[in-house]
């Protein structure tokens, strides 16, 4: 038996004639390489692949300014103009081409507005009415106007008594007395507040009333825009110069057949000279041109208003619970300054509290909010004391642990007074008669496709909250679209 080391030697021996061998084909053989390694081989090692960053050194801070060249000008992708978000969100669009006629709906008219005729009937506004409406701000991006043809409102049985206070108002001021009504609209979320006073300004556009309307009393509250305190003024006020001028701008369109005839008799002071023979136009138009004259010119074109023959006077505010409390504006102390001191609001609670009286009679109208709207416990309080009046049902008591606003407490001290003009309108639900006739409204617009029956009234109306007109569109129209 062969020892060990043979074994191993000759293991070795045929080893290397292995490796012999193959050395012999590796030249005998042609090189041939399934890849290259030039370019690797040759590339510049201080290059970085694309996309890729070095991670930043310790306690260093980068920030990569660099902007991306796939983005242009003329893309999609360009930031909005400055003002083109606000107004995109504050688009109206009170029709719809899509929708088909009502071929009988009726517009509302000097002659028939007044008429209790109307009720639980669907009526159109004229345009001229329309286009008031649209200067003074009256449509809310909220409301279901685009959905139909043309703007139309139901005069429910909310719109009739509203009607009606403008008849007593009219009729007072054919006496010797001249009556300011006074109300505020309140209800229900979605119930019809802001549509019932779009109602009542189109009442007052169509009986040839001087119309002054306050859109959304959040925006004089809620400090986007310049003041400055009033000069002379005790307690301290302080006046919205930009604001004021604004609001002197809606007026002057939306009363466009007043101020054409309109002149000036009264001999006003003004920090700017009024033109020789000028009319009652050009002094609304140097409050507008001129924002730090627009306060003096707001209280003398009142003055004008408030001479003997001058048309009566609706005064209109949209979100009542913002003015009743502190605004976001702030004093010299740099403590926040009550809504009553600020001079356009001064000049409104007045004349609903009742403090003032519109020389020649007319309306003051104010609608509450349960969308948009801050906690007002002083408000609250006395829309429910009013209430509890009329109910004739236990009056509330105040919260002790509530913080009170005498302010506004004392403001709307009339609400609790049954012999005052000042008087609460709440805003319910539709009965099943108002129901079906707007209802009926939808589907002959072509945007409700079922057939209007007594049962099918009768579950819409139940889903609605019991007759809820906010629920009521959204379930018969929106839910479809």
């Given at each position: 038996?062969?020892?060990?080391?043979?074994?191993?030697?000759?293991?070795?021996?045929?080893?290397?004639?292995?490796?012999?061998?193959?050395?012999?084909?590796?030249?005998?053989?042609?090189?041939?390489?399934?890849?290259?390694?030039?370019?690797?081989?040759?590339?510049?090692?201080?290059?970085?692949?694309?996309?890729?960053?070095?991670?930043?050194?310790?306690?260093?801070?980068?920030?990569?300014?660099?902007?991306?060249?796939?983005?242009?000008?003329?893309?999609?992708?360009?930031?909005?103009?400055?003002?083109?978000?606000?107004?995109?969100?504050?688009?109206?669009?009170?029709?719809?081409?899509?929708?088909?006629?009502?071929?009988?709906?009726?517009?509302?008219?000097?002659?028939?507005?007044?008429?209790?005729?109307?009720?639980?009937?669907?009526?159109?506004?004229?345009?001229?009415?329309?286009?008031?409406?649209r200067d003074v701000e009256a449509f809310k991006t909220t409301q279901g106007w685009s959905f139909f043809r043309r703007p139309a409102v139901l005069m429910r049985k909310e719109a009739i008594q509203l009607v009606q206070l403008?008849?007593?108002?009219?009729?007072?001021?054919?006496?010797?007395?001249?009556?300011?009504?006074?109300?505020?609209?309140?209800?229900?979320?979605?119930?019809?507040?802001?549509?019932?006073?779009?109602?009542?300004?189109?009442?007052?556009?169509?009986?040839?009333?001087?119309?002054?309307?306050?859109?959304?009393?959040?925006?004089?509250?809620?400090?986007?825009?310049?003041?400055?305190?009033?000069?002379?003024?005790?307690?301290?006020?302080?006046?919205?110069d930009t604001y004021t001028a604004g609001l002197l701008s809606q007026t002057l369109k939306a009363n466009k057949a007043y101020f054409e005839k309109a002149t000036i008799t009264q001999k006003h002071e003004l920090p700017v000279?009024?033109?020789?023979?000028?009319?009652?136009?050009?002094?609304?138009?140097?409050?507008?041109?001129?924002?730090?004259?627009?306060?003096?010119?707001?209280?003398?074109?009142?003055?004008?208003?408030?001479?003997?023959?001058?048309?009566?006077?609706?005064?209109?505010?949209?979100?009542?619970?913002?003015?009743?409390?502190?605004?976001?504006?702030?004093?010299?102390?740099?403590?926040?300054?009550?809504?009553?001191?600020?001079?356009?609001?001064?000049?409104?609670?007045?004349?609903?509290?009742?403090?003032?009286?519109?020389?020649?009679?007319?309306?003051?109208?104010?609608?509450?909010?349960?969308?948009?709207?801050?906690?007002?416990?002083?408000?609250?309080?006395?829309?429910?004391?009013?209430?509890?009046?009329?109910?004739?049902?236990?009056?509330?008591?105040?919260?002790?642990?509530?913080?009170?606003?005498?302010?506004?407490?004392?403001?709307?001290?009339?609400?609790?007074?049954?012999?005052?003009?000042?008087?609460?309108?709440?805003?319910?639900?539709?009965?099943?008669?108002?129901?079906?006739?707007?209802?009926?409204?939808?589907?002959?617009?072509?945007?409700?496709?079922?057939?209007v029956n007594d049962s099918f009234v009768t579950e819409k109306w139940s889903l609605a909250g019991m007759g809820n007109i906010g629920e009521l569109e959204k379930n018969s129209v929106r839910t479809r679209l």
């Open positions: 038996m062969p020892s060990a080391n043979c074994l191993r030697s000759f293991s070795q021996l045929s080893l290397d004639a292995t490796a012999h061998s193959t050395a012999a084909s590796r030249f005998l053989q042609p090189r041939v390489a399934c890849f290259s390694t030039s370019a690797a081989r040759h590339a510049n090692p201080q290059m970085k692949k694309k996309g890729m960053t070095a991670a930043p050194k310790k306690g260093v801070k980068t920030l990569n300014t660099k902007k991306s060249k796939g983005a242009s000008n003329n893309d999609m992708g360009k930031r909005p103009a400055q003002g083109e978000r606000k107004a995109q969100r504050k688009r109206i669009v009170l029709s719809n081409n899509n929708a088909l006629e009502v071929s009988s709906l009726k517009d509302l008219s000097k002659a028939n507005v007044l008429s209790e005729a109307n009720q639980g009937l669907v009526m159109g506004l004229p345009e001229p009415v329309v286009d008031a409406l403008f008849k007593e108002a009219e009729d007072s001021a054919a006496g010797a007395t001249k009556r300011t009504i006074r109300r505020i609209l309140t209800g229900e979320r979605k119930g019809g507040k802001s549509t019932l006073l779009l109602q009542g300004l189109s009442t007052a556009f169509l009986r040839q009333w001087f119309v002054i309307n306050l859109p959304e009393c959040q925006d004089i509250v809620n400090a986007h825009t310049d003041y400055a305190p009033l000069e002379g003024s005790k307690p301290i006020q302080y006046t919205q000279t009024l033109p020789a023979k000028a009319k009652l136009k050009d002094l609304v138009a140097i409050g507008i041109a001129n924002a730090e004259a627009s306060w003096p010119v707001f209280k003398a074109l009142w003055t004008e208003l408030s001479q003997p023959g001058q048309p009566q006077i609706l005064l209109a505010a949209e979100g009542l619970s913002h003015i009743m409390q502190n605004s976001e504006y702030m004093n010299a102390d740099v403590k926040r300054i009550h809504a009553h001191d600020l001079t356009i609001v001064r000049h409104f609670v007045d004349h609903l509290s009742g403090a003032k009286q519109l020389p020649n009679g007319g309306m003051v109208l104010a609608a509450t909010s349960k969308s948009n709207a801050p906690t007002s416990p002083a408000l609250d309080f006395r829309i429910k004391s009013a209430e509890a009046l009329k109910t004739k049902t236990e009056l509330p008591q105040w919260n002790p642990y509530t913080a009170v606003d005498m302010r506004t407490m004392d403001a709307l001290k009339d609400l609790s007074d049954p012999k005052a003009d000042l008087d609460v309108l709440e805003v319910g639900g539709l009965s099943k008669e108002e129901a079906r006739s707007i209802m009926e409204y939808y589907a002959e617009s072509g945007m409700l496709r079922h057939q």
